[in-house]
């Protein structure tokens, strides 16, 4: 339940900050590099201008400084990824003193290139993104290896290599050519070698395991009448975290145990009828109900997952440039929006995803493989004059674009304006609990890593395993709303509430040491005993006459 600010970024080496961030706005001025007078343009805006060029395309640009020089080698670097062209990129910053001091020479440009550098970024760009050489591996390699199972699973189809049952092309699901995201995942696995395929039939098995036995609980609650009628599971992160995949786990036990699971989108500015409302209001942040028009039916057990919602506004929308009191005000609101689903038995379950850079590249290779096999698959559907599964191609296309890659390039800055969210509104009254613990209530995020999909899977459930039953066993009188509150900020007015939440969380958390060792630990402790013990023995009751 605790969470660091670093969990999940991974650095390979300690760059140069400058020099870093000035390859992330090179990058973003390259954009897709269609059009070298716009690539130069956009490099003059900041302080570039040509130096020379070179054959295959390669560019040099200088940048005059006070006191240094900053060279920029801008080079195409084969082979290109649906029709845009990667670039290589070395940014050097060097002394001006070295720099006049070989220019003066007639042999200037070949000294320039031998004279010392103070630091020097390399790395790659890609739609506007910058890539360091592990980062741009880890897309590639992923990119290349979809369309390498998607090619072998084309290969395979109706052949000896499928199960028995599935010989016949007419009988065999994997036959025909996926429909949407879901089945060309699963025809995409077909093709992975046999050890794979295993490999990930083994861990579905295990979540499915965790699914049958996360149901089975929500299935005894509603008969002891302590399940709650209505669940909300916000996933919050970064993009390309695997929110969707990695939480719809949840939903799936859900379904099994009886509830109906919608999803609400939150990734997009809200309409002219929201802005008329408060912030936090249920117009735009649903509850399940609020999903269902007056003429259908409301289930008995109903349940909403948010793809993305408040924090969103934060990174994404309009308060990106808040004071830290409209700041303050804004975390006050979503604590009471929690604290009422509380009050009324809503089940609001607070999921925030981070995961490391590299894991985020190989996401977007694996989506950029899957934009450029929808274009197979289009020609596919045009040659069988199939109409039906039109959108379901259209679902993968849309399944990135040119923001995920925008996001990448601004990691750190997104990632802690997330983790300042999740530290003012982790606790509902944090100040206030101090005074009232018997009243207040707490409903910490879930911080989940997901840098391995399979280990956040197994972790997710556990997660909300532990917070349902928590949940069920301190159920709360559903009075009305403003008078739990009054409670539990002791009586005071809106005015003196707000007030007393104008301080931010510090950025500086002391996780709490873990008590108690596993019996994993425990069993290793004692077998590394008797090894040791069986080693002194055999030393102490060694006799060189045995061996004579």
């Known amino acids: 339940m605790h969470f660091h600010q670093k969990a999940g970024v991974y650095q390979d080496t300690n760059l140069d900050p400058d020099l870093l961030n000035l390859a992330r706005l090179v990058a973003e001025g390259v954009g897709h590099g269609m059009d070298p007078e716009e690539t130069r343009q956009a490099l003059s805006k900041l302080g570039f201008q040509v130096f020379g060029s070179g054959s295959g395309g390669r560019a040099v640009y200088r940048m005059q400084r006070t006191d240094q020089i900053v060279m920029l080698h801008i080079t195409p670097y084969g082979p290109s990824i649906l029709d845009e062209m990667p670039r ?77 049952g599935k010989r016949s092309p007419q009988r065999a699901k994997s036959a025909s050519p ?53 669940v909300i599971l916000y996933l919050e992160g970064l993009d390309c975290a695997g929110k969707s995949s990695t939480g ?22 809200p309409t002219p009828e929201q802005k008329a409302k408060p912030w936090m209001d249920r117009i735009r942040f649903e509850y399940p109900d609020d999903l269902y028009d007056d003429d259908e039916e409301v289930p008995a057990f109903a349940s909403v997952m948010w793809d993305r919602g408040p924090a969103g506004d934060f990174v994404y929308g309009g308060f990106q440039d808040a004071t830290l009191s409209e700041k303050m005000q804004r975390y006050e ?76 390039n601004k990691y750190e800055e997104n990632l802690e304006k997330f983790t300042e969210v999740v530290r003012n509104t982790d606790y509902v009254g944090h100040v206030a609990d101090q005074e009232h613990s018997s009243i207040g209530y707490s409903n910490p995020w879930i911080v989940v890593n997901t840098s391995n999909r399979h280990a956040a ?3 997710i459930m556990k997660a909300f395993y532990n917070q349902l039953k928590r949940f069920s066993n301190s159920p709360y009188d559903r009075i009305d709303a403003y008078d739990r509150l009054n409670v539990f900020f002791g009586g005071v007015d809106k005015v003196e509430r707000v007030a007393k939440v104008t301080q931010p969380v510090s ?42």
């Open 88 to 164: 290589y990129i070395l940014l050097e910053r060097r002394s001006d003193f070295y720099i006049n001091r070989v220019t003066d020479t007639s042999d200037g440009t070949i000294l320039d290139a031998a004279t010392p550098r103070e630091a020097s970024v390399q790395g790659f760009t890609y739609s506007g993104a910058f890539f360091q050489p592990q980062e741009w591996a880890a897309l590639k390699m992923r990119f290349d290896r979809e369309l390498q199972d998607y090619d072998n699973a084309c290969r395979i189809m109706g052949t000896v290599r499928l199960p028995l």
């Open 178 to 230: 996926p429909k949407d995201l879901l089945s060309l995942k699963a025809f995409i696995r077909s093709g992975r070698q046999s050890y794979k395929q295993r490999r990930d039939n083994t861990r579905w098995k295990e979540i499915e395991q965790k699914v049958q036995k996360m149901s089975k609980l929500v299935s005894k609650l509603q008969t002891l009448g302590k399940a709650p009628s209505r």
């Open 248 to 269: 719809g786990i949840i939903c799936q036990a859900l379904e099994k145990s009886g509830y109906a699971v919608r999803t609400a989108q939150h990734n997009r500015p």
């Open 333 to 408: 609101e979503f604590r009471t929006y929690d604290y009422n689903c509380r009050a009324e038995g809503v089940l609001f379950c607070k999921v925030f995803f981070v995961t490391d850079r590299d894991s985020i590249a190989g996401t977007l290779g694996k989506r950029l493989a899957h934009k450029r096999i929808a274009r197979d698959l289009r020609t596919w559907l045009d040659a069988n004059s199939v109409e039906q599964f039109r959108e379901g191609v259209q679902e993968i296309e849309a399944h990135i674009d040119p923001t995920d890659f925008i996001a990448f």
């Open 457 to 459: 899977r197994l972790n």
């Open 507 to 548: 950025n500086t958390i002391v996780e709490d040491k873990e008590h108690g060792l596993s019996s994993r630990a425990v069993l290793q402790s004692m077998l590394l005993l008797l090894l040791v013990y069986a080693y002194a023995n055999q030393t102490w009751n060694f006799d060189i006459d045995d061996i004579t």
